[in-house]
């Protein structure tokens, strides 16, 4: 199967669903990653064009540690709408280069207006991905794919409708987030908080409420042409 | 009564309401249908101005069977954006024309951006239309009228709070939806299946549901200065 | 068409739908009063066995003033279990001597537990009526009703999927509810408000929300073999 | 995997899971079937004595179909309550004796009151089962499993988490239906109904949610201690 | 703690939470009043620019009634764009000025665009304040704040999760109210109703609902990193 | 204020909202511990008559720790019955005898029947202990208290309206479980789980989720004439 997942920002995968993406490709699927913006205030003191170049580089060894190309739409932090046409025509390239039968996203209730934006780019595109005409760099998407929502980060307001045991990469996880040094340090910063340790406790709570030790939740969005019945793969 | 359906794309109306909106007619109701978009992306093979125009007459001998003026706002398939100032101001222009009482179009789940898109503006705009400005091509709206969403091609996470007995007219209904010859073809091609087929059997099931044999089902939108106590006329 | 509203308590009716069975009555109709107990607690210093004398005869003269049958099943006050076989057996008898086409009752999460048994009660033997044995006092009931949930006292947590304009029959709905004198004065002492007070803001409310003076709300519960497609009459 | 399916009437399965079911024992998991009452008035005519013998027949041949042990648990029809410790009794020796990793039964939001009480049924002695105490006829259940909800009959107020596709065990699901004789008519009689075309139009509905030809819908129920991470194995 | 409560016209505040801004400044909190639009639109007579003084004027003096600064972001009735970067930096700048613990704004479901509008700019850039860049005229926001949905004007669609008892409050939260004397005459003329009226019936009905004369009801709105611990502090 | 929790189980309170009450009593409310079962099956070797006294005295112990009275019912595990007159009747009494302005107890939704019992009771009979009669033990109750919901042992499934930071109390909540000695042992035999573990991780997930380091989260039941507006008091 092809799986592609969009985060908003670099680090956002690997928070949300990074050990079930190992799972996936363990499992012998293929799995692309992909942020939509390049992380470029995230950050108080490393310049923005600096700090492109750095997380650039995170989420590339990231995706490296689980043998996964992780692609980067250049977009801006804070900056990401829903409805730029210039925009979508990206999200449409996106999915027409990788053909998947499966995506996953933020949720529409996320946290951060990025994250919604995102969200709701994924939607729409997946579907006019299929349609003639925005573009003519690839062939039109062959299908509609399958569209999951991962879990936000504090896991409030977010009632899976499928979990994944990721036991056996939880630890892979925690690597990959490790990878996104200076992420983890503005989080501190800005949020005052310890985003490993947040990680630590969701993977945990959700574990918990699945009936194993480490867990990540998704849900299915119920929409026609969506392949519903397509299992989850892993 | 005044009542205008408003659709995204030329047979969407046929495939959601229009068993009921030929009951409507036939009770004596002025019924008023609407798309929104030419359809101008429905189709691999034919261009897009000939397909527009070959469209607009299968929805306009789609109206001529229950006798209803058929208006297309003209905008494109894939690119409605209910954030496009001169876009709302068509979707303005088109409620103080009619003047409706009630105002039938998609759930704001449904399964596509541009059916989506148009449930906001028509939420939008039935209110605004109200307001003066805007355009002085029509007087304002005399009220801000009923608002009802109808079901979606194949009601996945639609519960309808209420349905329509439409055995009388479904036959008409298909009559209706067969005049989009070039759509039931396309939809074959782009996504693998049978409309008529799906029209059939959704009403089946709404009517298994609602206790007749062939049903619709509708949600009445739920918000203040619409009159929520007018009864749903058929 | 036969309606049948059942309340768990003498009044209870009065207070959340006797602005529409006034109306459904004036339209033609059939309509029946039921309450489930004889409200033998409804207050603190008459003695159980007057008071049950006292409200039999409010009820009678309140339904006396809309033309409609009361009918009491003469259960105790903060006693009805909806698991007890006889209290089922009474209301399927009631049910199938009704032998209504609709039935209005509380909504399972009203407010007290009296209406919460009364609601599930109505729901299980709408439908157990229809099936024979249990009782062989009335023929069996022909069909499994409509069946709609009225308002709660303030209504909390209670969004109508329909609304009916009782501007016209509100006058006569305080008229039946003022019959109830022995409980006004008690849910005065009891709750410390203004019984009439409240009905007054509800329906005013109401009226608000669907566009008039003074309404009533409903919601319908959706499940099979109701006939969820006859229309609510008024 | 060991599997217990339930269902309050000897038919209930085969209308709302069976597909599901023949395509669970195919990949070699071990299915139980079980219906919690003997279908005793399923039947204006045939008295329940009879008719108790006739349906038991019936529904072990529709089990034979597929190779599946059917149990009955020997209750009555429009009797079954959730509340009678006999009655709890009863199921806990059933899931001791099955010992199951996931059990399928009625959704709490069922049609009819029977349907009902063995949803809670169901919730309740799934956990209670594993204490020790409450009879000793069978070791105590060795864990909470997993539980899921089947569609109703006409998909009503039941949106899926997870559809099945059983376009390839479509035929053999009506065959068992089939078995069922006596009560298909009687559904005929009782309300009306081709119980063969509801199940068969419910089948494509839900196919044409899920992209395929035929599907059945389930919801899992999420609570703790049930292994919400297990995948559903078809 | 420092309170900002954010409309979108001139009188909405003092419409769904005049009664809890006085009660919040009487227990000595900051509060800060600001409406997005000037109100422009609000009347069929007065033309727009003389109207733009005279409702500034009256959001003024409604303001001094509690001693609370009253700011205008000075956009267009029925044309705030939540997608609009001006409007974003607009809405920024007032954060950042304000640097709020707590904001108050309409629900994301009220009854007309502006509201919905400013509903999504409140979420949107209470967080994208605390990003740096953006606009130089204040310091970033230091923490996103605690979000709370107000009241729509006839409580529709709207289960308030937190109840104010605003007694005390209720005849200032009146007094405010008729200062805004264009819009009283306006809402009669546009939408044929008492706005004082209604106030004064929604005031009663929360309070009945919250168990005192007059209340007035909020959701919290839940997601990370706003401080959802923080009490409501009256 | 007087505020009275209610767990099904000696240990369910020290789980979900020992934090909230150990910082309720602090700040010089009255707060009254009860649990409805003696824990007679909450273990596997020892006997049910040994065990009884065993967790009764180490609920007393944990009750001590933050000096509030311990009160059980004397029920069994695993047979709650919220349609038991006699145990409706042990409930009336203990509201009675405690008069609470406020009662804390498990969500209807909890994962196991003991549970869901108890909160249907403890909804029950909050009501009906204002009513006259039932029981002479005690006066009735002045009033119908204000009702909460605590979180489950997992958090799925509740998302709550609620959250109070104990991250002073914490340790005090860990040291009263603790004192359930027996129960720990058990449940990690039953379950295979570390209690202390779940409810670190738990404590953990609502506090990031409220904004500090350790929160328990409550949903307040909104229904008529319990106290809506009274404020949570910490």
Redesign the interface.
């Known amino acids: 199967m092809n799986i592609l997942a969009i985060g908003a920002h670099p680090d956002d995968l690997e928070i949300s669903c990074a050990g079930t993406l190992a799972k996936m490709k363990q499992a012998g699927h293929e799995v692309v990653l992909c942020h939509a913006s390049t992380g470029d205030?995230g950050h108080?003191v490393i310049p923005?064009d600096e700090l492109i170049v750095i997380r650039k580089g995170e989420a590339q060894q990231a995706g490296e540690l689980i043998g996964c190309p992780v692609i980067s739409l250049g977009l801006r932090?804070?900056?990401i709408?829903s409805?730029d046409?210039s925009v979508k025509t990206t999200f449409i390239d996106l999915i027409r280069s990788v053909q998947p039968d499966m995506v996953i996203t933020h949720a529409p209730?996320?946290?951060?207006?990025d994250h919604?934006a995102v969200s709701k780019l994924v939607?729409?595109t997946t579907?006019?991905a299929?349609?003639?005409?925005?573009s003519d760099r690839f062939p039109i998407a062959k299908k509609v794919p399958a569209l999951y929502y991962m879990d936000?980060?504090?896991?409030?307001?977010f009632?899976?409708?499928?979990?994944?045991?990721v036991t056996d990469t939880f630890e892979t996880k925690l690597r990959m987030l490790r990878k996104h040094q200076s992420q983890l340090t503005w989080l501190k910063e800005?949020?005052h908080?310890d985003i490993l340790?947040?990680v630590e406790?969701?993977g945990?709570?959700r574990g918990?409420?699945?009936?194993?030790t480490y867990?990540e939740g998704f849900i299915?969005h119920?929409?026609?042409?969506?392949?519903?019945?397509?299992?989850?793969p892993v």
């Open positions: 205030k108080y923005a932090d804070g900056e709408s409805e046409e209730n996320d946290y951060m207006p919604v939607f729409d579907f006019t299929t349609l003639p005409a925005f936000n980060l504090s896991g409030i307001d009632q899976p409708t499928i979990y994944v045991d800005h949020d908080v340790g947040f406790t969701l945990k709570m918990i409420q699945a009936g194993c867990a299915q119920m929409a026609w042409t969506r392949p519903n019945a397509i299992r989850f």
